[in-house]
């Protein structure tokens, strides 16, 4: 039930029953004003809280904004990329959340707490104000009236009269109070239905505008929220696969740790304990140290493993000798003493073992260093990139796309493996193998046809993308250009040698129809790099580091599913250009005399006669413009192997080479595309034997005492060596002792190497490839 009304009319009776109504009345608004007071108190808390919260939130995106993610490597992928961007973007979502809230904040002041203390006091207030004058007044009203009867009969009329107008009079003012106090009553118990309840709307308004703020910001950071959800799956999937190789290669470290060691700068490195003479005797304080053999130099670090601290000041001093301790002449074993040329005195040191002072004192004493041999360590069997290697991967191919392209998990789940061994075995023998028309029958599973592939390409003697490109395909994913990436790796592939690319384009175009059917067979692009990213692109030697590089090996292969048709079909830019050049630096030449430079690359071993001479000019000159000519013309045209012409029909000419011209075409250098792995001036594919009857025997193969650089050659891949031109090579088989110590004066050690086109040689104590071409044998 509702209050009931106050009549104006019963103002003037003022019966009780008005009395109780009016109670009743004044008891609501008592309430409302006790109400609207805890309300106001509650809403500034609420404010309060909301203002701690805005605060506590900033401060919480601050937090995000500052940290910065530090991948493993020397650059990141697109996913880890997106995943270190996160945090900002979660930070910039949440400041923009809150400058949404604070504003809330500054209105809901405006909004809610004004008008309500606006209401308590001018509306319940003033209605308090006429309950105190209806009071007085009634008390007034009430006490002249008393007085007024009790006035006596006797007296006079005319004071009688009197009595009665000032009674009147009070009366006619109790009755206006009394209406003026009903009136406004009633007027407050009627506003508060309206100016209680809007302010209440407004800051619930503020509030939905705030949420609806947060719901655009939350459809602004949809598509950033898919992309990084992909990515952190991405980074997840690829972690599980770097965990369990980085946990293989710990438990090899683990089995041998001799046979994993890094290939370090230093001929020897490691802890050794150096004594120190003090004031009160001797002690032995730990170092590491390092010893460069082609300087003498060994450089101490005092260092103490349990604190991580270093001892003292590193100290640098030039071999003079190493001499071991004998076991008596010292109570500590496994010592050895080192004499400097730049410091007085014998420095006597210990190893950590007998095996260690042994490397030491071999290390001093001029001997070769120990390295790894950088082994692969895949099973070492008969698989080559012949006929029969290129039938196995077709038949392998044939098989998955015209039985298997729609099975869930293609390439990834893997066959048994004694079932994957036979078939190989089976494709493997020369018997069926020379039947390329025959398919594998239909009992094998896909999953054992798919292993068999990935097996056969990790059989290979090296990747199908070779070691020494493996840095620069790494390279060129961690540009931060996609188009970049792309044109970079287009080039790598076409220095590759020709059946590794015909092979790679090959099963580039099978992954790409495979990855066309992910939505059946789940094998999107980027699981399939995942896949073949190791076997394809496997390191030359296995670290942390290395397998920290997977994602990237994984990137070059989604580059090449992607763009395979751009890839395999066209020439690359940089071949154009170069090539362009090469013809036009040729017409430039053409016109001049032939300097006494300008002669074969290798020398030609015939009867000393003036005729023969002669003819063998004119042979190499004819050879030379051919090469030249035809070469180009087919990078131009074609994509066809370009062939070297060369004319042995002399059977006194055991070899016959394109020149070298007296200087090289604009941009050349051991890794581009005119260089010795590019088919222009290469060697042949495969070495030859050495017969003194063939007519095309390669000098690589044939001894040679001498040769020199004719241009200076500055290294781009870790596999290659630096050198100025004019710097004399020996063949290290055949030096006599004499010509050692030369050879450690500043020449190069060299011998044939089994990669076409390349010698191997050793410089500085580093070993690497020299490109044959850039050689003269004298």
């Known amino acids: 039930m509702g209050l009931p009304a106050l009549e104006f009319s019963d103002c003037c009776l003022d019966s009780p029953q008005f009395r109780d109504t009016l109670k009743s009345h004044e008891a609501e608004l008592d309430k409302t004003n006790k109400f609207i007071k805890e309300l106001i108190k509650d809403g500034k808390t609420l404010i309060s809280a909301l203002k701690n919260l805005s605060s506590a939130k900033r401060k919480f995106a601050d937090s995000l904004n500052e940290f910065k993610f530090q991948c493993i490597g020397d650059a990141e992928t697109d996913d880890e990329m997106c995943i270190a961007r996160s945090l900002q973007e979660f930070a910039t979502v949440l400041r923009n959340l809150e400058d949404e809230r604070i504003r809330m904040i500054e209105n809901a002041s405006e909004v809610l707490i004004t008008p309500l203390e606006k209401f308590r006091k001018e509306q319940i207030g003033a209605a308090k104000e006429a309950k105190k004058k209806y009071d007085k007044e009634t008390e007034k009203y009430c006490g002249v009236l008393e007085k007024h009867l009790n006035l006596s009969s006797k007296k006079k009329e005319a004071h009688l009269h009197e009595a009665d107008s000032q009674v009147d009079l009070v009366r006619q003012h109790f009755y206006e109070v009394s209406l003026e106090y009903v009136f406004k009553v009633q007027e407050v118990q009627e506003r508060k239905m309206f100016e209680f309840v809007e302010p209440l709307l407004a800051f619930l308004q503020g509030l939905f505008t705030f949420y609806h703020h947060g719901y655009e910001l939350a459809k602004d950071f949809s598509d950033f929220k898919t992309q990084l959800t992909i990515s952190i799956q991405n980074t997840r999937n690829r972690f599980e696969g770097t965990r369990s190789e980085v946990e293989s290669l710990m438990k090899k470290m683990k089995e041998n740790p001799h046979e994993h060691k890094t290939i370090s700068p230093y001929t020897m490195e490691g802890y050794l304990y150096v004594q120190e003479k003090r004031h009160f005797g001797t002690s032995w304080v730990k170092h590491y140290c390092t010893y460069q053999r082609e300087s003498k130099r060994i450089t101490m670090v005092p260092f103490d493993q349990k604190s991580g601290g270093k001892g003292g000041e590193d100290e640098s001093v030039i071999l003079k000798s190493c001499t071991r301790r004998k076991t008596d002449s010292i109570e500590k074993r496994f010592c050895f003493d080192v004499e400097a040329i730049d410091r007085p005195g014998v420095i006597t040191m210990q190893a950590l073992s007998e095996e260690d002072r042994r490397l030491w004192m071999e290390a001093m004493d001029g001997q070769e260093p120990v390295y790894n041999s950088n082994k692969d360590i895949q ?400």
Not at 386 to 414: M, P, W
Not at 500 to 527: D, G
Request: net charge negative.
């Open 379 to 778: 099973s070492e069997g008969t698989a080559q990139l012949d006929t029969i290697g290129f039938s196995i991967i077709r038949k392998c191919i044939h098989a998955v796309e015209t039985r298997g392209i729609n099975e869930q998990g293609l390439y990834r789940i893997v066959g048994v493996n004694s079932r994957v061994q036979k078939l190989l075995s089976v494709l493997m023998d020369p018997k069926t193998a020379s039947e390329t028309e025959v398919d594998i029958c239909a009992e094998w599973e896909i999953k054992t046809i798919t292993s068999a592939l990935k097996t056969y390409l990790r059989m290979l003697p090296g990747p199908l993308m070779m070691y020494q490109f493996q840095r620069s395909f790494i390279k060129a994913a961690k540009l931060e250009n996609q188009e970049s990436r792309v044109s970079e790796i287009h080039a790598l592939v076409h220095r590759l040698p020709e059946k590794n690319r015909q092979m790679l384009q090959l099963l580039m175009n099978h992954l790409a129809n495979v990855a066309n059917h992910h939505k059946q067979n789940l094998m999107t692009v980027a699981n399939l790099g995942v896949v073949f990213g190791p076997t394809l692109l496997r390191p030359q030697e296995e670290t942390v580091a290395a397998i920290m590089d997977i994602k990237f090996q994984n990137i070059v292969i989604e580059i090449l599913i992607e763009n395979h048709e751009k890839i395999f079909n066209t020439v690359p830019d940089a071949l154009l250009t170069n090539t362009q050049q090469s013809l036009s630096w040729k017409k430039s030449n053409d016109s001049k005399p032939p300097s006494c430079s300008e002669r074969p690359l290798t020398l030609f071993h015939t009867v000393q006669a003036t005729e023969k001479q002669e003819q063998r000019n004119s042979l190499i000159n004819s050879s030379l413009e051919s090469v030249v000519s035809s070469n180009a013309n087919s990078i131009l045209n074609s994509n066809s192997p370009l062939q070297p012409v060369v004319n042995s029909s002399d059977p006194e000419l055991e070899v016959v080479k394109p020149f070298r011209p007296s200087s090289p075409p604009p941009n050349l250098s051991p890794t581009s595309p005119l260089s010795p792995s590019w088919p222009m001036f290469s060697a042949p594919s495969s070495p030859m034997p050495t017969s003194s009857t063939s007519s095309d025997s390669s000098p690589i193969s044939s001894p040679f005492r001498k040769a020199k650089a004719l241009y200076a050659c500055k290294a781009e891949h870790d596999s290659e060596l630096s050198f100025t031109a004019g710097t004399v090579f020996d063949n290290d088989e055949e030096m006599r002792p004499s010509e050692k110590k030369q050879l450690a004066q500043g020449h190069t050690a060299i011998h044939p190497s089994q990669e076409p086109g390349w010698l191997e040689g050793t410089l500085n104590g580093k070993t690497g490839l020299i490109p044959e071409n850039y050689v003269e044998f004298l």
